[in-house]
């Protein structure tokens, strides 16, 4: 079946340091999702990609979703500590399917 | 104020009990899905709903049942059948399946069997 495959699991930087998590599928994926979720709280959806090549930008944070829309990358330029949190690639083929997540940690 | 509501946050229950986890939404959306989250295991769908009186085996349904008899409710429930319930348990709905638009998830219930 389809699977998500994430990329690191965990991640600990210094602030101020750049973050890329990683999101590879075992299929072609219809669209992409990227959801945050915080200690303790819930998942919160942070963007959708749906075209070959894709690039989307919300701040410091830049979305990509590959040619053959099989994989994604999230990039946090110069974390801040209010980036603490596990982040989520959901693909899509039909149900939405998740990574496992790539907890970060943001040393101030 | 619109929105997806899960209840209890926290819930414990002795072994070979069944429990019902809830799950209200009144953003009219017509898919709603329970996810199961354990650490490092990221999130496994159990059910999903795509309108009332359907719904659908995920990944790891066995020892799970839900019901869908109004569009804004979807409970779960944790039979004893279930050989590793305690879990964080999450709630979501979405326009439609396949799954094309922002899902919103509930606060989640934090489920401990003793």
């Known amino acids: 079946g389809q699977q998500v495959m994430q990329i690191p699991q965990y991640q600990h930087v210094q602030e101020g340091e750049d973050f890329t998590t990683y999101c590879n599928s075992s299929?072609?994926?219809?669209?992409i999702q990227w959801y945050k979720q915080r200690p303790g709280g819930h998942p919160v959806f942070l963007i959708q990609?749906?075209?070959?090549?894709e690039v989307k930008k919300q701040k410091r944070l830049t979305f990509q979703f590959g040619e053959a829309k099989k994989n994604s990358s999230l990039h946090i330029t110069a974390t801040q500590t209010t980036d603490v949190g596990t982040y989520f690639c959901?693909?899509?083929?039909?149900?939405?399917?998740f990574g496992k997540g790539t907890k970060l940690s943001v040393k101030p | 104020d619109g929105g997806i509501t899960q209840s209890p946050k926290y819930l414990f229950r002795k072994e070979g009990q069944n429990v019902t986890l809830s799950c209200e939404q009144n953003l009219n959306h017509d898919a709603m899905y329970w996810y199961r989250q354990d650490p490092g295991q990221g999130l496994r769908l159990i059910y999903y709903?795509?309108?009332?009186?359907?719904?659908q085996k995920g990944d790891i349904a066995e020892g799970y049942s839900v019901s869908r008899e109004k569009k804004e409710s979807f409970p779960l429930t944790v039979t004893s059948a279930q050989k590793n319930p305690t879990a964080f348990y999450l709630c979501a709905s979405s326009w439609g399946v396949p799954m094309n638009t922002e899902a919103f998830f509930g606060q989640g219930t934090r489920l401990t069997v003793v």
């Open positions: 299929t072609t994926l219809s669209n």
């Open positions: 959901g693909g899509s083929q039909g149900n939405l399917i």
């Open positions: 709903s795509q309108i009332v009186n359907d719904f």
């Open positions: 990609l749906v075209k070959s090549g």
